[in-house]
């Protein structure tokens, strides 16, 4: 226990896995159903990672299928998930104990991506209010909305905010309807709220605490903060120009719709398919030229130490740079007049080096497994499964067993990060005391 205390990164995957399991036992219970009785061993344990993960992905009707209490654990595994496992493990011990040890701040270290040690006290009491206080806003405006003008009870409409306001902030996905939020696409008192949320719940929480205290010198925050939130706006709006572009005309999606609630039905499914995972279009409806768009903003998520997941958003533009860079001819990466440290590219080519070669093998895994499952439809469905987004084509419930396990693994690692995943496994803290000579081989 020592030695694995000594390397707190190690402790990630394992925190997570041990509140699936956790999780999945709940769910099989027979009370966590609609019929009461006991859920199969794969559905529970698929729908328990998903809500950990945040995926938001089912192969069940999430509000047919579970009761009030099934409910209810997704709500609370779909918080501890978006929060981090570690960091709220550490906000226990904040709370009770009143201090930290400096070997508790690092496994805080180790979930946030907080490279200070110092702060860690602020950082998690800012990261608690953050969230409590944007799904409490969420859910008030919900509130109001289904009671005053969807005629709801009381109590179902705050019960139905609380679990949706969760589900956005956190970049879960799971909804109390059949179609999602399809029902509520052209009401921006819904999806506007919720869109808002899932964005500054995806954008991260390092990001997000610079951006607000500089907010008046942006010149003045540091290269992560500046890729992640100009980043994040920019793909914002092409992903919201490109789905305007394609679906304007497409009965299935935003041609039923007067051209004033297309603007806002795209907005809101841009800012969901990254990483939110409600749909308020049906997706097995869209134009074929809109798959590769969505796989494309999935696979690049949101923030780095954010509710979201996919290769982050300062990964793929620090990636740019450093192609940029090459190109022409510069020795340094240099972003905002400052210089990339070598440690930061090489990480960022090993995440999404990795996380392609994930997505290859697992759909590749998922056209073997399962026949006639189309090429295009197992990407779908692999992305959304490892960059934790949620949304489906409909292949995920139809799939054999060993097809959705693979989605659960998938979902898995997509959740703990793929270079997190590495570090845990095949940690190295030996410092080598020599280099060996330089050589530079042919490349192209």
């Known amino acids: ?32 159903t609609s019929e009461h009785r006991h859920t199969p061993f794969l559905t529970a344990l698929f729908t328990a990672t998903s809500a950990v993960s945040v995926t938001g992905m089912s192969i069940v ?15 609370v595994l779909t918080q501890v998930g978006g929060l981090g ?20 701040r690092l496994l805080v270290q180790a979930e946030t991506a907080e490279f200070g040690i110092g702060d860690v006290r602020r950082l998690l009491l800012h990261i608690a209010g953050l969230a409590l206080a944007c799904e409490a806003v969420m859910t008030a405006i919900l509130t109001a909305r289904l009671w ?18 969760v589900q956005a902030f956190n970049n879960g996905g799971f909804a109390l309807y059949t179609d999602s939020l399809v029902a509520f696409s052209t009401d921006a008192w819904v999806t506007m709220p919720l869109s808002f949320g899932a ?25 992560a903060t500046k890729l992640t939130v100009w980043g994040s706006l920019a793909l914002l709006a092409v992903g919201f120009l490109g789905l305007l572009v394609i679906e304007w005309g497409n009965p299935r999606t935003l041609g039923i719709h ?18 939110g995972g409600f749909n ?23 923030g780095s130490a954010s509710t979201a997941g996919g290769i982050k958003v300062a990964t793929f533009f620090l990636l740019a740079f450093v192609i940029w860079a090459e190109l022409r001819g510069e020795p340094d990466v240099t972003v905002g007049h400052r210089r990339v440290a070598t440690a930061s590219q090489r990480q960022a080519i090993t995440v999404a080096l990795l996380s392609v070669a994930l997505l290859a093998a697992g759909t590749m895994s998922l056209i073997f497994l399962t026949e006639g499952v189309p090429l295009y439809a197992a990407l779908f469905e692999v992305t959304s499964a490892f960059t934790t987004t949620g949304l489906s084509v409909g292949v995920a419930a139809s799939l054999p067993e060993n097809g959705q396990f693979a989605l659960i693994v998938l979902m898995f690692v997509g959740r703990i990060g793929p270079l997190t995943l590495g570090s845990a496994i095949a940690l190295n803290t030996r410092k080598r005391l020599y280099r060996y000579p330089e050589e530079q081989p042919v490349v192209g």
């Open 85 to 104: 496992i570690v960091t709220g493990a550490t906000l226990v011990i904040l709370v009770v104990a009143r201090r930290l040890g400096l070997r508790s």
């Open 1 to 32: 226990m020592r030695r694995l205390l000594r390397h707190p990164v190690r402790l990630v995957p394992l925190g997570f896995l041990v509140t699936i399991m956790v999780g999945t036992g709940l769910l099989m219970l027979p009370w966590a």
């Open 280 to 302: 308020v279009v049906a997706v097995d409806g869209l134009e074929e030229e809109t798959y590769p768009l969505f796989i494309a903003l999935m696979f690049i998520g949101g």
């Open 148 to 165: 005053l003008t969807y005629d709801y009870p009381f109590g179902r409409a705050l019960w139905g905010s609380v679990f949706h306001a």
């Open 258 to 275: 007067a051209w004033p609630e297309k603007f806002l039905v795209a907005f809101a499914q841009n800012a969901f398919v990254r990483t």
């Open 61 to 75: 009707d999430t509000p047919s299928y579970w009761n009030e209490f099934g409910l209810a654990m997704i709500t």
């Open 199 to 223: 964005i500054v719940g995806g954008l991260g929480f390092p990001a997000l605490f610079e951006a607000f205290r500089e907010w008046r010198q942006p010149t003045r925050w540091a290269v």
